[in-house]
């Protein structure tokens, strides 16, 4: 099965509330302990060299050739991390249609890292995003399956600030957003793997 249509039929997002959980698992063909070290450095970049994250990690979430999702993007500029509060701050826009709506959107978050059993949790919880967002935190997930195989999930939910509630349906939802969040959760599944993500990559799947 092609490798899109594998990520689109897995991927299960829920609305209740005002409230958008996003569900998606897939399997790694490498050991819990390299795809660890993946998410290492994951959160190394996040908290010290944001370009390397938005070049590595965020490769192929951007402006697509299908207009149906751009109708609500994300456009990453800065980030800070604070090690005193223990959060980062990042700085973006939003774009609508392709246009910016929003500019220079501050997004406040922290990272806790635990082991339950022999399975990593990271979650990671936003605690202040302006208007574009009245709660969000998520949680990726490690787990080994095999001495050269591993389980590697996200649970996630998104619950936008009133005004972007009007505009952001279950379908702009589904076509602008959740299949990023698997996408992201595949680039680190293909970097555990030995295989570097690239534009040219996505493209061609």
């Known amino acids: 099965m092609n490798l899109l249509f594998a990520i689109l039929l897995s991927v299960v997002t829920t609305f209740s509330d005002g409230t958008f959980h996003t569900k998606y698992s897939t399997s790694v063909e490498?050991?819990?302990?390299?795809?660890?070290?993946?998410?290492?450095?994951?959160?190394?970049?996040?908290?010290?060299?944001?370009?390397?994250?938005?070049?590595?990690?965020?490769?192929?979430?951007?402006?697509?050739?299908?207009?149906?999702?751009?109708?609500?993007?994300?456009?990453?500029?800065?980030?800070?991390?604070?090690p005193s509060k223990n959060y980062s701050k990042i700085v973006l826009d939003v774009l609508v249609e392709e246009k910016p709506f929003l500019r220079d959107v501050v997004i406040e978050s922290t990272v806790t890292d635990t082991m339950v059993g022999n399975r990593r949790d990271i979650r990671v919880d936003i605690h202040y995003a302006g208007t574009l967002l009245k709660e969000a935190y998520g949680t990726f997930h490690v787990e080994p399956t095999g001495s050269n195989t591993a389980q590697l999930s996200m649970d996630v939910h998104v619950k936008f600030g009133w005004?972007?509630?009007?505009?952001?349906?279950?379908?702009?939802?589904?076509?602008?957003?959740?299949?990023?969040?698997?996408?992201?959760?595949?680039?680190?599944?293909?970097?555990?793997?030995?295989?570097t993500p690239t534009e040219e990559y996505w493209k061609g799947k």
């Open 30 to 82: 490498a050991s819990a302990q390299q795809a660890n070290k993946v998410i290492d450095e994951m959160i190394y970049c996040l908290q010290t060299n944001p370009e390397m994250l938005s070049d590595k990690f965020f490769v192929g979430l951007g402006e697509q050739e299908d207009k149906s999702k751009n109708e609500f993007y994300l456009v990453w500029k800065e980030s800070t991390y604070v």
């Open 163 to 195: 005004f972007f509630r009007m505009f952001i349906s279950r379908r702009v939802y589904s076509n602008t957003i959740d299949w990023r969040l698997a996408r992201f959760v595949n680039n680190m599944k293909l970097m555990a793997e030995g295989i």
